[in-house]
C-alpha cells in the first residue's frame, strides 16, 4: 500500500536515434524502447539500396542477407537490454551508451555470415492496446496502454471498473538480477509507443503492439519505410519476423520459402507460424509535405481508420 500512496506520475524525455535522416523517438527505460533504437544503431552501418553495398546480391528487402543482419542486431540489441533495462534508478548500466555511435559499429561488427547465439534470456507473453491519432492543428499523439497478462492481476478498482494491471509479473527474483523485485521498483516494461521526427518537424505517430514483439515490430515498420520506401500500409502489412530465442526465430505465412530455406543455412532455427496473432498488431499516422495525413492499420486483427 506504501508503494501506491507513495507514488507521482512522471513526466519522462524521450530517447532518439537518427536513422538515415529520420528521427526515430522511443519511451526511455524502463521500457523497452531503447531495443529498438539499439538495434537501429546498429543497422545504419548497414546499407540495404541497390549499388551500395557491394556484399549484397540483391540489396533490397526480399534478401536472406538483409533479414539475416535485422535478426542479428536484433538479437544483440536484446541481449543488452534483456540484462540491463529496469527501473532507471536502479540501472547500472547508462542505458544511451546503446546509442552511441561506437557502440553500433562494435556490435555491426559481430555479425558474420552466419547466426549466432546473443542472449540465453526469454521474453515473456503479453496484452496490449495501441492507438495513433492526428489533428488539422498538427497535433499527434501516440498511445499504447496495457494491463498485461489476461485480465491484468485481477483486482478491480472499487466503483471505477478498472482492472489493475499485473506488470510485476516480469520481475525477477533473482536478487543479482538488474530487474530483480524491490519495493517501489519499476519493473521492465514492454508497452512503448513510438513517434518519427524529420529535420525538427512530426512526420507522426506509429506503434506495433505485442509484448517483446514490439521493438521487433518497431525496427521492422522503420526499415520497411525509410530503407525500402514502403508506404505506411505496405510497412504493416509485410509479412513480419519474430526473434523467440537463442537461434530460434518465427515467420508469418507469408514469408518466401526460398528466403527461409536460405536463413536456414545460415544457421537459424526458421519456423513458419501458421498464426498470426505473435506477430504484433500496429497502426502508423505520416503527415506529408502538402499536410495530408496517411493512416495505416493492422490487417491482423480488428482495427480501422476513423476521420472525425
Same mark, same amino acid.
Given at each position: ?19 538515415r ?6 519511451i526511455?527505460?524502463?521500457?523497452q ?7 537501429l ?20 528487402r526480399?534478401?536472406?542477407?538483409t ?6 542486431? *536484433?538479437? /544483440?540489441?536484446f ?44 521474453p ?6 495501441? /492507438? ?7 497535433? *499527434? ?29 516480469d ?24 513517434? /518519427? ?7 507522426g505517430?506509429?506503434?506495433? *503492439? ?6 521487433q ?12 520506401? *514502403? ?11 519474430l ?7 518465427d ?15 545460415k ?42
Open positions: 500500500m506504501e508503494d501506491f500512496t507513495s507514488y507521482d506520475v512522471e513526466w519522462v524525455e524521450p530517447v532518439s536515434i537518427n536513422y535522416g529520420f528521427d526515430v523517438w522511443e526511455p527505460p524502463n521500457g524502447g531503447i531495443a529498438a533504437l539499439a538495434a544503431n546498429i543497422l545504419r552501418e548497414f546499407e540495404f539500396t541497390a549499388g551500395i553495398n557491394p556484399n549484397m546480391e540483391n540489396p533490397n526480399e534478401n536472406p542477407e533479414f539475416h543482419i535485422q535478426w542479428e542486431a *536484433m538479437k /544483440l540489441a541481449s543488452d537490454v534483456l540484462a540491463h533495462v529496469t527501473d532507471p534508478l536502479y540501472m547500472k548500466e547508462d542505458y544511451r551508451e546503446w546509442l552511441s555511435p561506437e557502440y553500433g559499429k562494435k556490435r555491426a561488427g559481430e555479425i558474420g555470415k552466419r547466426a549466432a547465439l546473443r542472449s540465453l534470456l526469454n515473456p507473453g503479453s496484452g496490449t492496446v495501441y /492507438l495513433a491519432t492526428a489533428d488539422g492543428e498538427g497535433n *499527434m499523439v501516440s498511445y499504447i496502454q496495457s494491463n498485461y497478462k489476461g485480465f491484468g492481476s485481477g483486482i478491480v478498482i472499487r466503483g471505477t471498473g478498472i482492472a489493475l494491471q499485473n506488470r510485476g509479473a520481475f525477477s527474483l533473482n536478487p543479482s538480477a538488474a530487474n530483480s523485485l524491490a519495493p517501489g521498483k519499476k519493473s521492465y516494461h514492454t508497452i512503448i509507443p513510438g513517434f /518519427l521526427t524529420k529535420d525538427g518537424k512530426a512526420l505517430p506509429f506503434g506495433v *503492439m505485442g509484448g517483446y514483439m514490439q521493438p515490430g518497431h525496427v521492422q515498420v522503420i526499415t520497411n519505410m525509410i530503407d525500402f520506401n *514502403m508506404n505506411p500500409q505496405q510497412a504493416l502489412d509485410a509479412p513480419r519476423w526473434w523467440q530465442s537463442g537461434l530460434t526465430v515467420v508469418e505465412t507469408g514469408f518466401k520459402p526460398e528466403i527461409a530455406k536460405a536463413l536456414i543455412k544457421g537459424h532455427d526458421v519456423n513458419v507460424s501458421l498464426t498470426t496473432g505473435n506477430f504484433g498488431r500496429g497502426q502508423i499516422i505520416l503527415r506529408q509535405e502538402n499536410g495530408v495525413l496517411i493512416g495505416a492499420t493492422e490487417s491482423r486483427t480488428d482495427s480501422l481508420i476513423a476521420c472525425m
